[in-house]
């Protein structure tokens, strides 16, 4: 059976949560392939994990003046400042038992490592030294280079994540709520020692479609499948647009 | 009177607690953070199972129960990481 790459491009939030949403439930369905799906935000965004306060972690007034849109992702974790040119964001879904087929895990964390593990299968195509490191990192000499959040809905997983590019910190403390202590300079230095991204790792030359490549073949390499590119389907659009308008709710959005 | 805390458990996630209480009676709590928690929507049934509770009761085990009831899984927290951060807040009023 051969997997699905979408390259879907730029999306605002909304639309991006809401179409990783279509191919989950689409999934289930058994009526799209296991599927790996690469995009990047335009606008800019924020995305909070789905236990997290609205209110404590994201400064709604400073999203406003700078543009920057606020999501709810409905996969748990942290917040992240999707920067629009800054990161490139993956998800994959596929049943737990399709990957298991493939590569052997116990438990949810397993699944993570096993997911997180073909993407530094990708990340290594480009010569960065990446690997995984638990519960839901990927890091190069130790440094995050890429965040990971993954739900679970009658035995299919979809988990997604945002590989960095560059930074841009101070915008990042700005959106994001962070104690005073963590805005001054020397904190601005602490979290650039703490993460890398790939135009550090290798080249600021590289091309997005390079990288899109790299995971492409990734991911195939390291499940033993072929991944082709596809477009997404109709019903993927149409159920997508439907679930649009419950992301950019504010009911959604401040639920907690 | 609202009570909160902020937890960091071991392995570098955060549990925020928002505690309302009456005297001793909790009326409700918010359980807030970047863990991860299987299915999602459990976090509710483990909220509701905490209120109504007294703030010296034993929490870790009302939230044990509810964590068996729901089948919820947790990752990157445990059950007693929750109740030291729900003491945490409980505590946060004493002072």
């Known amino acids: ?256 | 009177m609202l009570l909160r805390s902020e937890y960091k458990v071991k392995g570098g996630k955060l549990i925020k607690v928002a505690l309302e209480v009456e005297g001793d009676l909790i009326k409700s709590v918010k359980i807030y953070g970047d863990f991860f928690l299987y299915p999602e929507d459990a976090i509710e049934q483990i909220e509701q199972s905490i209120k109504g509770a007294r703030l010296g009761s034993d929490l870790r085990r009302i939230v044990a129960e509810a964590v068996e009831r729901s089948g919820a899984q947790l990752l990157g927290f445990s059950v007693e990481d929750i109740a030291a951060a729900m003491l945490l807040a409980s505590q946060s009023g004493l002072g």
Request: glycine residues 8%; neutral net charge.
């Open chain 1, 1 to 256: 059976m051969t997997w699905r790459f979408l390259d879907t491009g730029e999306g605002d939030a909304y639309w991006n949560m809401a179409l990783d949403e279509a191919i989950l439930t689409l999934r289930i369905e058994d009526k799209v392939p296991v599927t790996l799906r690469v995009y990047s935000w335009r606008p800019s965004a924020v995305s909070i994990g789905y236990f997290q306060s609205l209110e404590e972690e994201v400064d709604l007034k400073a999203c406003k003046a700078l543009g920057v849109d606020v999501v709810r992702r409905i996969t748990g974790g942290g917040a992240v400042y999707h920067e629009c040119g800054g990161e490139l964001t993956y998800s994959f879904v596929a049943s737990e038992e399709e990957l298991r087929a493939k590569r052997f895990f116990k438990d949810i964390q397993g699944s993570y490592q096993v997911i997180c593990e073909a993407l530094v299968e990708g990340l290594r195509k480009l010569g960065v030294n990446a690997e995984f490191k638990p519960i839901n990192d990927v890091v190069v000499n130790g440094k995050k280079i890429s965040g990971n959040a993954q739900t679970r809905r009658r035995g299919v997983i979809l988990q997604h994540g945002t590989i960095l590019l560059k930074t841009d910190i101070p915008t990042m403390f700005k959106v994001l709520r962070v104690s005073k202590e963590k805005v001054s300079d020397k904190a601005i230095k602490a979290v650039e020692d703490r993460v890398t991204t790939i135009y550090r790792e290798v080249s600021s030359n590289i091309s997005l479609d390079d990288i899109k490549e790299a995971l492409r073949v990734g991911f195939a390499e390291y499940f033993g499948v072929e991944i082709r590119a596809c477009a997404p389907t109709r019903a993927e659009i149409d159920l997508a647009s439907q679930f649009r308008n419950h992301f950019a709710s504010w009911e959604w959005i401040a639920r907690r």
